[in-house]
Every structure is written in C-alpha cells, then in structure tokens.
C-alpha cells in the first residue's frame, strides 16, 4: 500500500521589510562574537583608564598618544571606537571626542575603593579558554560519551576550569582578580550586620575575602581551598587559610560563602555541599533564629 506523505505546511510569505529585518537579525546574531572581542581589546588596550585619566573625554588624537597602538594600526582604532559607540561603551559628544558611559566606568582600572572595577571579569570572560570551548559547544552536544568530555570547556582544554588555572599561571592571576569586584560589600552591607566569621569556600588565593575583611575588619574571615592552592597562597595575616575537600568537611563560621561554586557542581553534589555549610552552621554559637540563606545576583 502506497503511503501519504503530508507536505509540511508553507512558511508563511515574508514581506520584502520583513525579510530585511529578519536577516538584519540575523547578522547582528552571527557577528555577535565581534562585541565581545571588541569590549576585550577595549580593555586590553586600556582604553576606558585612558578616557578616565583625560578627565572623563579624550579626542582620538589623545587616545593616539595614550595608548600602545602604533601608527600603522591608527585608522582601525577610529573603527574600533565607532562599534564600541554603538555598543553603548563609551560616548560621543561632539565629532571624534569619546566619553565614558555608566558601562565603560565600570571598567575604569585606576579607582579609588569606592568605585568598582569589573575589567579583570570581562577580560576572564572574554578569554580565549571561554572562546574556544563555545566553539566546541556544537560538537559536544552531539557527542554521547560524556565521561570523555563532561562540558565543552573540559572537550576544548583537556581539563575543567579550575585544572586550567592551575596549569596556566596567567589566567590563574587574572581569575582571582576577577573573583575580587567588590559589589557584593558595597551593595550587600547588611548581609554582614551581626557576622563575627566567615569562611569563603573554594576562595582562591583570598581576594574576594579580603575585600569583605577590609570593609568589615571585626568580622574574622577564612578561605577553605584545595592543599595545592594553600601551599601556593602567600600569608599576610589578613584571613587564615584552611586546606581541605568542602565535599568533607567546611570550617565552622557564621557565614559560609559560596561564590561561583554550585553552578560548576552535579545536583546530587551540590546538595552534598550545602548539607556541609549546614554542618558548618550547626557548629557556630549563633542564635538558631539569626541563619538566613542569602541569593544575591550580582556580579563579583
């Protein structure tokens, strides 16, 4: 018996505005790579510093002088700034005067410790160890053996994350000074009120600890890391550093600090963590009803 094959229904007939808007889309989609890499050499570059040290606006010509970008390279940079124009980076006053934005202040180095500077995450994130595991990201979700490759980043390195920092000295720098913005102390202040310890979990060589330990200094703060990344921190009295597995065991404190940890775990090991941070705070002299479980998104 024959079979009936259905034809698929027509896609509905696109005007020729609407087809143009559609691959304008499109476009922006597929170029999109170039934002993040332009907003990197932005950074690389110095930049938004530049901008900042001229009093806040600088002419292309000053920007000439202030950065490293020999003559040959100087008519792509007037290029360079247009996009970032229309990213939203930075700003234009009056022709060829380039101003700085709510966005590109905040990737001023150079501040005072009022002000925050998210310049090392942008760079961390826009690294090439991130670039080329999105590429990977197609491969990967056709590939079954997930023991070989657990996410594209291990696919494209060899390695997680964290084994990347560990064998890669320069983007090990780069990623604690990402770890140290210190928007979590300026706009979450009173998550801090009554706290007399803390211990950062998987903190690193401490730069994030020692940001809260400079804002609040009686509150007495620790870092809990691997024995290789303890045995590697140089010790300057400011926070006490543990060596040990969080999956074991987490150091007693009033608050147990969890930045950039679960979302690199399994469900099944998550719930093995908080049920240690819990332990933890069983193990405090804090009043029972004191505990609360704060989920802040921001950016640190």
Same mark, same amino acid.
């Given at each position: 018996m024959a079979q009936n094959h259905s034809t698929p229904p027509m896609i509905a007939t696109l005007t020729s505005a609407e087809l143009l808007q559609a691959q304008a889309q499109l476009w922006c989609h597929t170029f999109g790579y170039l934002k993040?890499? *332009?907003?990197?050499? =932005?950074? +690389?570059?110095?930049?938004?510093?530049?901008i900042h040290r001229c009093g806040g606006a600088a002419?292309?010509?000053?920007?000439?002088?202030?950065?490293?970008?020999?003559?040959?390279?100087?008519?792509c940079l007037s290029r360079l700034m247009k996009l970032l124009i229309a990213m939203g980076v930075f700003g234009e006053?009056?022709?060829?005067?380039?101003?700085?934005?709510?966005?590109?202040?905040?990737?001023?180095?150079?501040?005072?410790?009022?002000?925050?500077c998210l310049s090392q995450f942008t760079a961390m994130a826009t690294s090439p160890?991130? /670039?080329?595991?999105?590429?990977?990201?197609?491969?990967?979700?056709?590939?079954?053996? @997930?023991?070989? *490759?657990?996410?594209? /980043?291990?696919?494209?390195?060899? =390695?997680?994350?964290?084994?990347?920092?560990?064998? @890669?000295?320069?983007?090990?720098?780069?990623?604690?000074? *990402?770890?140290g913005a210190e928007i979590v102390v300026r706009e979450c202040a009173e998550v801090f009120a009554g706290v007399t310890?803390?211990?950062?979990v998987g903190g690193g060589d401490g730069t994030t600890v020692k940001a809260i330990? +400079? =804002?609040?200094?009686?509150?007495?703060?620790s870092v809990l890391e691997l024995p290789q990344v303890v045995d590697g921190v140089p010790v300057d009295g400011t926070v006490e550093f543990v060596a040990g597995d969080m999956m074991e065991f987490i150091p007693p404190a009033d608050v147990v600090l969890l930045k950039f940890v679960l979302h690199n775990w399994s469900d099944e090991d998550?719930?093995?963590?908080?049920?240690?941070?819990?332990?933890?705070?069983k193990m405090s002299i804090r009043p029972e009803s004191q505990y609360r479980l704060h989920f802040r998104p921001v950016l640190m």
């Open positions: 993040s890499m *332009a907003l990197q050499s =932005a950074i +690389k570059l110095g930049i938004p510093t530049a002419s292309l010509s000053e920007l000439h002088v202030a950065l490293p970008v020999p003559a040959s390279k100087r008519p006053g009056e022709p060829g005067v380039y101003s700085l934005t709510p966005v590109s202040r905040l990737l001023v180095e150079d501040v005072d410790d009022s002000q925050t160890f991130h /670039f080329a595991a999105s590429q990977r990201l197609p491969e990967w979700l056709k590939n079954e053996d @997930d023991a070989a *490759a657990e996410t594209p /980043f291990m696919m494209a390195h060899g =390695a997680g994350f964290f084994g990347c920092t560990s064998r @890669d000295l320069e983007f090990s720098e780069l990623f604690n000074e *990402a770890m310890s803390l211990v950062d330990a +400079k =804002a609040f200094p009686h509150v007495r703060c998550c719930v093995t963590i908080l049920e240690r941070s819990n332990t933890t705070r």
